[in-house]
Each structure stands twice: as structure tokens, then as C-alpha cells.
């Protein structure tokens, strides 16, 4: 494994030759690439700073070349082998549009949605479609249904309904019942919270580290006394209220410039999660998180307060990609895995 | 009037000596003066670009200079006319910080609680306080004190209680009772709905005119739509949630790009008036707006859609300067006016 994760300039020997996936996330930002071998195992990842709004102005070609940067010499040595893709790459701004489909739906109808690309090169691209709430305020995701069917992977108490919490720039919370998507929401929690910090008064008196050069310490006493807050009486006045505090309680010294940032982060989480929880997400239902280990325990930490337990769900993008591409019959079933107990 | 408003080289001549109060309404951006003649009328005034953000950084030399551009020819024809002064000048950032008082106060005493500033020209400066709220969530407000004691001045049915909305970057909901300030609101809503235009992913599909070049024509229909998202069913979900409706109806073509600014300025506002209603902020004590006429008219067509009616008062802060000059015996009460019921 690690032997082969290390990309050579003639990387052809190291690849195994029983890869069965080549699976593609294919974001805004970023560009990641999974080589499977038997049985969903990932043999080999790779990332590249080769999202679509990197690469989309450059055109068709511009795909290209980032699509043989990724898994040029994965395809070279094992050609037969499937591709799937999910992600903005199948936006109207990606390669090929890949059309939303209806919610109520069942996960393993993903497969049999494609949109395929045929590359310069000769490959056969699946594009994983996005899902679509037609409602009086629709709703849209693309790339959270993969990690939903990878997140469905993992047993979860023995429920067969869940909500899935995906926390991120757009905060998705999808309700599954018997391996179908029968709703979700949206809460733009993580890009509110970038653009008051960065472009609004109360990103002023923050204190804060660039994430890039050090992490800041997370100031859990902060960040709970946001959640609290927001769920609590002073919440009900809304967030657009409520984020003043961050600025006020400061001038009158209460809280501290470097711990400005996670009570604000706790607030629009708490309002987010007492937004949720109107919608009915708090109730029976278990719940499962999918995303960055930081973000998922900030969402742990602030359900806790709102008195629900939440179980994490890794890897679930390559677990998706895989799940998808056997329930489409692209890749072998080798080994019998329990039957869902509703199926 | 008109002669007086026209600013020549020299203007000792046009002035007229009976001056009695000059009024700076000094604030982060602008600073805007008054002349004041018999009664409190306005014989003058003038909008300079010297806003404590763009002369702050020179220190005292950048305020002294933008206090003579702005009133120094009245101060030589009027040498001993006093000089009241609102707004961010009297922050942490401006010429000299003057203290907040604390609330419940009376708008008479805003008077008795100046900070002054001694110019390097001979002049005495009052500047009025802000006023705080300490609170588990403090709330502060500076230069909207001096509105409110204008607003008074202008009858209301013949209620001793009011709410007074203040929309803006900052919206002030403030609750005064028998000419005393009993409590405040802020609500962030001009500051996000700026923040989300121009610095989120909203903002990309919107078609929007440049405010400075060409006012865009204001979409009524889609501003109503906002408000009433807002303040249904789908608000529960709170504002986090409903402003990816912005971007998902314009995605399946039921929101046109140049609607979606105003849909979202409805959502937005709707969500204020939602958050104020929960507040109590909607029930019997009459509302009255003090603000641009273009915001407070959309403030009063949300209003009118959770069934509330809401009067305007205009020249706030002129009245509101002369208002506290006089309560603090800096003004003659040259004619005896009606009492305030409540007095």
C-alpha cells in the first residue's frame, strides 16, 4: 500500500493489475482518485488541486489532461477497467451535465442514471447523477448521494431510517428510509460563517490564526456558550440577531478576540440544528455524520447539547463510488454481505 | 434656503448670524452638518466624505481638518454657537470615546452625559453618548439615540409606547415608553444580506445593477415572496436554510436572476420581522421607521404582510440633534410646545 501510493515517473510496476474501480471525486476545489481493488479495498488515492473552477476555463481540454493527470497510468495498466465520477464535475459548469434526479429514489437507482463521458483517450466516464427536491423551495445536491450510499455501508443501531448529516460549505441533512432518499435540507451554515468572518464587522475583533499556517487551539467552552445561545430563549429572536453578540459581548469584555470565532461557529450551528430540529430531525430517527473529522465532532459536540447521540461514518465517498458501481453491476459481487433488513 | 445651501468661496456673507446650534451627525463613512436657526429649523447642511474609517487613520489632525471644512465659515460668523455632535465620532476609533450610558435611560438625559472635545481651533464639542444594554447579550447602539430622540418629536396616534425600527447594516428595534429608552434589538440584516451578494455563491447567479450607476428597478413580487417564505411554514427552518432557496428556484427556473436580490432582501427582512415578533416586538405598541425612504418603504411592506402598520419620521437626526441641545439648555425653547401626555 504504501509502496504503491508512491507515484513514479514509470509507476506502471507498482499497480496492481487487479484493479476492478477507478472512482473519481470530482469537486470545486479539488480532484481525488481511488484505485480499487478487490471487494471496494482502496489501493491507491490520490488528490489534485484540479476542481472545476480550476480547470473549467480552460474547456474540455483542460478535463482532459486533468483526468489523465489522475489515473492516466492507472488506465494504461488495467484499460477494461470501469470509471465512475461524482461531484461538480457533472454541473452545468463540469464536463458533461449529469440532469438531477427525483427525490423519493432509491440509492442503487443511482447506477442506472449515468451520464457518460467518452474521453479523447478512449475512456468511458459514469457520471453519477445529482438528486433534486422539486418542492415549493427546491432542493439540490450533487456528491452528497454518494457519500449517502457509502454512509448506508455502515450499520447503524439496527433502524432502517436515518438522518445523514453531511456539515460543510452547505450543511445537507438527508433522510433515508429502507435505501431510499426521501428528503433533505439544506443550511448554507459553513459559507455564512466564512463570509461573516471575512467580510462583515465581526471578523474584525477575531483574533484568528490562517488555518493554513497553524490550526487554531478550538475553544470548546466558546463554542458550546454559541450553541446554547442559539437553542436556548435568546434564539428565538434568530441568527441574524444573535451574531451580534459575538460583537457585543467583547465590547463589554466578555469574550475574548481569540474566542470569537468558535462562539460564532457555535451559534449558526446551534441555529442550524434548532432549524433542523423544527424540520423534525431531532426526533426518532438515528443520526449519522459524514465530513471532515473537525467539522464532524463540532456537529457532535452541539447535537450533544440538543440532547442527540450521532455516530461518524468514514470514508464514505470511496464507499459510495463503490456501492454505486456494484449496484449498477459494473463491478463483481464477490463476497455475499448481509442482506439489509428491510430489502 | 436655497441661497444658503449654496456653498461660495465666500460664504460669511450668505450666512445667517442667527445661528444657534451647528449638529454633526458624524459616521463611519459620511459626516453630514447642520446649521440650526430659530426653532430648530435647518438653514444648511452639508455631506462631506469624512467618516471616521477614512480620516480616523490621520489621527486628530484628519478630525480637526473635516470639523473646519464642515462648519469652520459658520463658527466665524457665530463664534459662540454650540456644537452637538453624534455618530461613530465618539467610539473607540473616533475623535474621543464617549462612554455608552446604560439603558433604561431618559432621551432627556443624553444631554447631561456628554463627552467634549476641546479643538485646537477653540471649540468645544459635545459628543452625545451611545447608549448599552448590559445583558447576557449586550446590546450597543451610537448615533441611533439621536434618531430616536428626533422620532419623539413626531406625534404617534396617542400612544406613550412605541417601537422605533431603524433599518440599515445594523437594524435597531427600540423600545421607548414614556420618552425613556426600556430596550433594544440589533439585527445584522443590511450587513449579511451584503455579505451574502457579494461574497457567496448567491451573489454569482444574481444580475444585479450597480447601485451607483443606475438604481435597479425594485421587484416587489419577488420581495413579497421572500417576506412570505420567511414568515410561513418554511421559515421555521430558519434563515440558514431558506436562502439556498435564492439559488435552488433560480436552478429550476422559478426565480429569474434579477429577482433573486429582492427575494432575498424579502427573506432576509421577513426574517428579521419574524425573529422581532418573537421578541414581541408585533403586538400593540405602535411601530414607527426611521431610515432611507427606500429601505423603510420595504420595511413597511413586510411589515404590512405579518398585518402591521408603520408610520415614517423624517429628519431624525436633525430633529433629534436639536432635541437633546434643547433638553440640555444649550437652545433657547423659544416656543413652548405641546406637553408630552405621559410628562
Given at each position: ?8 515517473a514509470?509507476?506502471f ?7 476492478h ?18 471487494d ?28 489523465e ?38 440509492l442503487d ?26 418542492a ?9 448521494e454518494?457519500?449517502?450510499?457509502g ?40 459559507e ?10 465581526l ?5 484568528r ?28 429572536a ?26 460564532l461557529?457555535g ?19 438515528p ?24 455516530a ?7 464507499r459510495?463510488?463503490?456501492r ?14 448481509p ?5
Open positions: 500500500m504504501n509502496e504503491a501510493n508512491r507515484r513514479t514509470n509507476s510496476l507498482s499497480i496492481d493489475p487487479d484493479t474501480l477507478i472512482g473519481l471525486d470530482w469537486g470545486t476545489t479539488q480532484l481525488r482518485a481511488y484505485r480499487f481493488i478487490a471496494g479495498e482502496v489501493a491507491e488515492s490520490r488528490q489534485l488541486p484540479a476542481g472545476i473552477q480550476r480547470i473549467g476555463p480552460a474547456g474540455p481540454d483542460g478535463f482532459e489532461r486533468a483526468f493527470d489522475a489515473c492516466g497510468d492507472w488506465r494504461a495498466a488495467t484499460p477494461a477497467c470501469p470509471i465512475v465520477a461524482c461531484g461538480m464535475i457533472g454541473s452545468a459548469q463540469g464536463w458533461r451535465e449529469a440532469p438531477y434526479i427525483d427525490v423519493p429514489t432509491s437507482a443511482l447506477g442506472h442514471a449515468w451520464t457518460d463521458v467518452h474521453t479523447a483517450s478512449g475512456a468511458t466516464l459514469h457520471i453519477v447523477p445529482g438528486l433534486i427536491v422539486r415549493a423551495l427546491p432542493e439540490v445536491l450533487r456528491g452528497e454518494t457519500q449517502i450510499a454512509a448506508l455501508d455502515i450499520a447503524l443501531d439496527s433502524a432502517p431510517d436515518r438522518w445523514i448529516g453531511l456539515p460543510g460549505t452547505h450543511t445537507k441533512w438527508v433522510r433515508v428510509r429502507d435505501r431510499d432518499i426521501v428528503q433533505f435540507h439544506t443550511f448554507m451554515t459553513g455564512v460563517f466564512a463570509a461573516l468572518c471575512d467580510h462583515t464587522i471578523g474584525r475583533t477575531m483574533r490564526v490562517p488555518p493554513p499556517v497553524e490550526p487554531a487551539a478550538f475553544d470548546g467552552d466558546a463554542f458550546d456558550r454559541g450553541v446554547d445561545v442559539a437553542r436556548g430563549s435568546h434564539g428565538r434568530g441568527v441574524l440577531s444573535t451574531i451580534f453578540s459575538t460583537r457585543s459581548l467583547g465590547l463589554v469584555g466578555a469574550l475574548a478576540p481569540p474566542s470569537q470565532s468558535d462562539y461557529s451559534l449558526l450551528i446551534g441555529h442550524e440544528l434548532a432549524g433542523f430540529g423544527a424540520l423534525g430531525g431531532l426526533g426518532a430517527p443520526l449519522q455524520l459524514v465530513g471532515s473529522d473537525e467539522l464532524c465532532r463540532r456537529y457532535q459536540r452541539a447535537l450533544a447539547a440538543f440532547g442527540c447521540r450521532s461518524l461514518a468514514t470514508n464514505a465517498t470511496e459510495g463510488l463503490w454505486i458501481a456494484r449496484a449498477a453491476g459494473l463491478v463483481p459481487s464477490a463476497i455475499a454481505r442482506s439489509n433488513p428491510q430489502d
